[in-house]
DNA sequence: ATTAAACATGAACAAATGTTCATGTAAATA
DNA sequence: TATTTACATGAACATTTGTTCATGTTTAAT
């Protein structure tokens, strides 16, 4: 099955070019350089430049919410459903930090019909986030903090991680990441 | 002085269409159309395409910069320093929305050597950040964290705020984001 | 009123870019 | 071995895009 390792060569390579220089920015004959073939060789790979920036997209976007619908049916207090929600976000970032960069970054990119769908989805994501958050606050759990707000600005903590895991060179320590995020969340910076 | 007035618009106009589709893919031909004028006279407004990103960028960067430097160089504790840190960034982004848009989302668009430029003075910006709650931790007043993954999990959680601005129709009252954004750092969510 | 500056147009162009097509070679399958 | 499938090339294309230029018109300063 070499057919497959060639493809997904050609994937991973366009796809840590397209996080450089951005989707609109990286040509096709960008990538044919980049793995040393001709332009029109790119079409034996992908149907069209947008197809393959949808395809990136949404199969990240689907695994993101696999993991969440998976924690959400779940019979788990709203505070360990977030905690495990924030360990299984921090999970698939380290796995696949390039096209987590690719859905915040440049989701922009997208066309009609599919960039609606996708702005639809993520909203869908944030709603759930925010109906445990919402949850955990009507049970105590959680302040009295104003949930949409807070919602917004949790995801936010966690979306600029994908840098860290294509930055740093050495591998970096899943389980503390996971303990320094869910503590600066749960608890803020502050002692005591 | 007319003159002023009708750039300004320019300036405005642009800054929006650039945000809605981003800097590549909004053509001068976008902008002329919307501001009703052929495609020749948008030079009568900005030498070239690349000149006017920059004067955005480097103009918003600027006013984050000089709120820090007045805030670092005064004698509060750690605590103080990073409290007011969050306050300026909030009304900075308040105020000027679209332009810290471009910050987070169009900076890639910069060329060598203005690209390196603008991120040396990001992590420049970071560093100083870093610095304070370095020295709250040795100080005892924040938690013996990850300094380094928490100035960038800070700085991330506040860097969504734009949206808020620029999506909500009423105006919000930044005293109580404020607070909010405060609370959660400093706090987190949970009760106690 | 005259001059100068600001604002506007239309035509043109060179470069870049996504895509197609006809064709060829290497590799896997039957 | 014969044949299909995967991978590759070179040439060409229609559009799009940033930019320039020569030339107007409107507005403000002298």
Request: aromatic fraction near 10%; charge should be positive.
């Given at each position: 099955m070499k057919g497959i390792t060639k493809k997904e060569k050609f994937l991973a390579t366009t796809l840590q070019l397209i996080h450089e220089k951005g989707f609109k920015a990286t040509t096709l004959r960008d990538i044919a350089q980049k793995l040393n073939?001709?332009?029109?060789?790119?079409y034996n790979y992908i149907d069209s430049k947008q197809a393959l920036l949808e395809a990136y997209l949404f199969d990240i976007s689907d695994e993101f919410h696999r993991a969440q619908d998976r924690i959400i049916s779940s019979t788990y207090s709203p505070r360990e459903k977030l905690r495990r929600m924030i360990a299984s976000y921090i999970q698939i970032t380290a796995k696949r930090p390039y096209e987590q960069a690719l859905l915040v970054?440049?989701?922009?990119?997208?066309?009609?019909p599919r960039r609606q769908e996708f702005v639809k989805r993520r909203k869908d994501y944030e709603d759930k986030l925010m109906a445990v958050l919402q949850e955990g606050v009507d049970q105590g759990?959680?302040?009295?903090?104003?949930v949409e707000l807070t919602t917004h600005t949790l995801l936010a903590s966690l979306r600029w991680l994908y840098k860290k895991h294509i930055e740093e060179a050495k591998a970096i320590n899943p389980v503390e990441i996971e303990k320094q995020l869910t503590d600066f969340i749960f608890s803020g910076i502050l002692k005591n």
């Amino acid at each position: 099955m070499k057919g497959i390792t060639k493809k997904e060569k050609f994937l991973a390579t366009t796809l840590q070019l397209i996080h450089e220089k951005g989707f609109k920015a990286t040509t096709l004959r960008d990538i044919a350089q980049k793995l040393n073939f001709e332009v029109a060789n790119v079409y034996n790979y992908i149907d069209s430049k947008q197809a393959l920036l949808e395809a990136y997209l949404f199969d990240i976007s689907d695994e993101f919410h696999r993991a969440q619908d998976r924690i959400i049916s779940s019979t788990y207090s709203p505070r360990e459903k977030l905690r495990r929600m924030i360990a299984s976000y921090i999970q698939i970032t380290a796995k696949r930090p390039y096209e987590q960069a690719l859905l915040v970054n440049d989701w922009r990119n997208l066309k009609e019909p599919r960039r609606q769908e996708f702005v639809k989805r993520r909203k869908d994501y944030e709603d759930k986030l925010m109906a445990v958050l919402q949850e955990g606050v009507d049970q105590g759990q959680f302040r009295a903090l104003d949930v949409e707000l807070t919602t917004h600005t949790l995801l936010a903590s966690l979306r600029w991680l994908y840098k860290k895991h294509i930055e740093e060179a050495k591998a970096i320590n899943p389980v503390e990441i996971e303990k320094q995020l869910t503590d600066f969340i749960f608890s803020g910076i502050l002692k005591n």
